[in-house]
């Protein structure tokens, strides 16, 4: 099991560019989170997904920023239009809920975005 | 709206020693407690798993335990070394399907 994969680990845009960051989760795992971290500040939740279904996006900015995952692939976090406060480092974790049990998250080694 | 604090935000303390990892959350009724590691430019790595209806987890030298009463999380580290300093967050969970709620974290420094 190769654990969450990330890509890419580092992504540079320019001012308005779109920005597509991937998220595999392990295997077996149905549901995906996406969180940003800023320097020297705590990671904020995005979005949560099931596979081809957003539960909880209470956290995505209304504007300019996606998320998808579909019934095959990678989910996807989507930014367009990226702004130099886009800067930070998205990390996606994922999940598999047993019935009963814990819901253990595991996380990938982040994407770093510099927008430039 | 469930709130966690992690206090100190950082902390330094000498090879050997042990410490404890504080942290608290605002409502009571969480699903399941976790304690993560992030390394500098790192993503996080899952330490320990607390189920609501447990009171502690240990794994080697760290112990994590869980007060729901009254709102607290400790993490443990017995004999502390210097490949042990992180920063190590707190986050929490309040049902199954829903999402994980962290702390901003404690950076911890290990004196050699």
């Known amino acids: 099991n190769a654990g969450v994969m990330q890509n890419p680990r580092h992504l540079v845009r320019r001012r308005g560019q779109e920005a597509r960051l991937r998220c595999s989760p392990m295997?077996?795992?149905?549901?995906v989170y996406w969180y940003r971290q800023l320097p020297e500040e705590g990671l904020k939740f995005m979005v949560y997904?099931?596979?081809?279904?957003?539960?909880?996006e209470s956290g995505m900015p209304k504007e300019r920023f996606s998320a998808e995952f579909p019934k095959e692939g990678p989910s996807i976090l989507r930014i367009q239009q990226v702004v130099r406060g886009d800067s930070a480092a998205y990390f996606c974790a994922s999940s598999q809920t047993v019935p009963g049990g814990p819901t253990e998250a595991f996380f990938g080694q982040g994407t770093r975005l510099t927008v430039v | 709206k469930q709130e966690v604090t992690q206090i100190p935000a950082a902390l330094s303390v000498p090879e050997g020693e042990n410490l404890v990892l504080n942290c608290s959350f605002t409502?009571?009724?969480?699903?399941?407690l976790q304690w993560f590691r992030q390394d500098p430019g790192k993503g996080l790595t899952s330490l320990l798993l607390?189920?609501?209806?447990?009171r502690e987890q240990t794994s080697g030298r760290l112990n994590a335990s869980l007060d729901k009463s009254s709102g607290r999380s400790t993490l443990y580290i017995a004999a502390s070394q210097p490949g042990d300093s992180a920063t190590y967050l707190c986050?929490?969970?309040?049902?199954?399907?829903?999402?994980?709620?962290f702390g901003k974290g404690t950076r911890l420094h290990i004196l050699p």
């Open positions: 986050a929490d969970s309040m049902n199954r399907d829903d999402k994980i709620i």
């Open positions: 409502d009571s009724a969480i699903y399941n």
């Open positions: 295997k077996g795992h149905s549901h």
């Open positions: 607390i189920q609501s209806s447990q």
């Open positions: 997904l099931q596979k081809e279904n957003i539960i909880d």
